[in-house]
């Protein structure tokens, strides 16, 4: 018999895995899964990376509802929905006979597992379940995303190699779609049906009145911090994403092998659990705005060092420094969000972000491979993801501190 003390960190074990999915198998896997496809089909870099851009996409159509749906329905049976279409994604792209699929595929099918395998559903379940500590518990579930990275496009690279990337990644449907058996054992929708109430504190108390000031769409549209706040970690979504979904085939124009690519993105992937720790508890005790910046600023730092013609070692740096900053980019968003919002307003105010979230992510990754085939470097591109995260620097500023309006009122009414 569980305790009902014990069920949230339960939670916490489903959200490490259902972001390790997501993230681990469709971002940084990618650029490991396009290598082989462009070799098949004969792609261009901009023609290989409009995988991303269907996928994200399809995310921004999906999002809005799923938003609503997380609020609504299942949260446990929205998640196993999402994991076992990520799993026929692969099967279906291991069966492609043209490159026209590969975007197709990305857009139809795995937007699904790209919305509903990351923060939208992790981060909601984590805000029912905690208040006490939630921006080290979103920082310890992000560390799933780390994880998925560092163990996913090795072992994608390893069965390619072993079985030829068509089985190979029939197999890893198989694993993937087995995440699905821990995730029905262990998901529950809401903390009450296990006896369970989280403590409150003061951040709760802000948050319910956080609750009531956006309980309408309509609020929440009209709020400049929710623009504010999209543009910025639009920007740095943006810079991110692209990147990661570059990194094989930049890496393998340094002239660097498959298996030190496949290492490096492993390297990145693994530099960002201690990302997703150290801001997730920077989040819960310092001014949330600080830790985003300090985020954006370890990414651009990291890109920098991709300038030029890097050797292994400024590869290395560049990759570690830049998984650090991007561990940090969940938790800190997502604590962002529940202090301003509120936990009643979270699964909504995601899913209306994303729409506005959706034409960086869309342009960036096929502008990256466009300005490779016509340069003959990202040089370029990695440059313009600096001058972003720049621009979202200088936007944090502006948003309103959580909980001042609050206290403003409260001011108002002694």
């Not at 805000?127 to 080290?136: E, K």
């Not at 298996?259 to 949330?288: H, K």
Request: aromatic share 10%.
């Amino acid at each position: 018999m569980i305790r009902a003390q014990h069920w949230p960190w339960l939670q916490l074990v489903v959200a490490f895995l259902i972001q390790a999915t997501g993230t681990g198998a469709l971002t940084y896997s990618y650029s490991v899964i396009a290598v082989p496809l462009a070799e098949t089909f004969d792609a261009s870099r901009m023609t290989l990376m409009l995988g991303l851009t269907c996928m994200t996409l399809g995310a921004g159509m999906v999002s809005p509802l799923a938003g609503v749906a997380i609020d609504r329905l299942s949260l446990r049976l929205i998640i196993i929905f999402a994991i076992l279409m990520t799993a026929a994604g692969f099967v279906a792209l291991s069966l492609t006979t043209a490159m026209w699929q590969v975007p197709a595929i990305y857009g139809l099918i795995f937007c699904f597992g790209y919305v509903l395998l990351g923060p939208l559903s992790a981060s909601t379940l984590l805000a029912r379940w905690f208040t006490r500590n939630r921006g080290l518990a979103l920082g310890i579930a992000g560390a799933g995303t780390s994880f998925g990275g560092f163990l996913f496009p090795p072992l994608i690279t390893w069965l390619t190699e072993l079985l030829g990337w068509r089985l190979a990644l029939q197999v890893f449907a198989g694993v993937i779609a087995l995440i699905a058996v821990p995730v029905a054992l262990l998901a529950v929708d809401r903390p009450a049906s296990k006896g369970y109430s989280p403590p409150a504190d003061g951040a709760a108390e802000h948050e319910a009145h956080s609750g009531e000031r956006f309980n309408s769409t309509d609020a929440i549209l009209r709020h400049r911090g929710f623009w504010l706040i999209a543009v910025s970690v639009g920007f740095m979504f943006a810079a991110y994403t692209a990147t990661v979904g570059s990194l094989m085939p930049f890496i393998l124009d340094t002239g660097a092998t498959r298996e030190q690519g496949a290492m490096l993105i492993a390297n990145l992937a693994l530099a960002a659990v201690p990302g997703t720790l150290l801001f997730g508890w920077c989040a819960d005790r310092f001014d949330v705005r600080l830790a985003l910046a300090a985020v954006m600023a370890l990414m651009g730092i990291g890109l920098s060092l991709f300038w030029g013609e890097p050797d292994m070692p400024r590869l290395v740096a560049g990759s570690l420094i830049m998984g650090l900053g991007g561990g940090g980019m969940l938790p800190v968003w997502s604590s962002l969000l529940a202090q301003v919002y509120g936990v009643l307003n979270y699964g909504r105010v995601m899913g209306l972000m994303a729409p506005v979230l959706l034409p960086f992510n869309l342009l960036t990754p096929p502008l990256a491979g466009w300005v490779r085939d016509i340069s003959g470097s990202y040089d370029l591109a990695f440059m313009g993801f600096v001058l972003l995260l720049l621009l979202a620097v200088a936007m944090i500023p502006l948003i309103e501190r959580s909980g001042s309006t609050s206290r403003r009122a409260s001011a108002a009414e002694g």
